[in-house]
């Protein structure tokens, strides 16, 4: 997804305008892929997380990592909320809960931005394309912090459920294929 998203942006550079829109709808299926699955990682961890008698102590989102307004918003309701919560476990399920929400909000975002540059109609679409690129690093940030807790739990996880764990992993929803991108107007990017 990185990749077509900054070779969406290369060709926009280089004047590839039609190119480059084809290229940002290939970065938001990929990301779509890559986001559905961090979101079923989280709903398996929040699935066999009751089941365990201690769960890893995580920490809030920290604002001053993203860069956008959805992503700092979520994080510092994640903050506040993070330290009105007492128990390590109601704190750990919230961070879950909060990172899914989070990626499903970034994901449609991308895709909306996407499509709107794809068929042409962005009032401004400079704007778009560093809109893309902000939406991207606050996914990625949500995918370093995924993988965290995917780390601590795996830590927590006790011996006899990692089978089960990881046969959740393994039936989890398959991605969608990816689709023939939309029409491309003559307006440019």
């Not at 004047?15 to 979101?39: F, P, T």
């Not at 309701?77 to 390590?88: D, E, K, R």
């Amino acid at each position: 997804m990185s990749v077509a998203l900054n070779d969406a942006i290369s060709l926009r550079t280089g004047g590839e305008l039609v190119s480059a829109r084809h290229q940002a709808i290939v970065a938001a299926q990929l990301l779509r892929r890559l986001v559905k699955s961090l979101i079923s990682f989280c709903d398996s961890v929040s699935v066999h997380a009751p089941k365990m008698g201690r769960v890893p102590v995580v920490e809030p989102l920290n604002s001053e990592f993203f860069r956008g307004n959805t992503a700092q918003r979520a994080a510092s309701w994640s903050a506040i909320v993070h330290y009105v919560l007492f128990s390590g476990r109601a704190q750990f399920f919230h961070k879950l809960r909060i990172l899914s929400g989070t990626m499903g909000e970034l994901d449609r975002e991308f895709s909306d931005v996407a499509s709107e540059l794809s068929g042409g109609i962005s009032v401004s679409p400079t704007s778009c394309w560093l809109l893309l690129d902000s939406l991207h690093y606050d996914v990625s940030t949500c995918m370093r912090e995924t993988e965290i807790v995917l780390k601590s739990f795996l830590r927590a996880l006790p011996t006899d459920q990692v089978t089960s764990f990881a046969f959740d992993l393994d039936v989890a929803p398959r991605p969608e294929h990816l689709r023939a991108s939309p029409s491309f107007s003559r307006a440019s990017a």
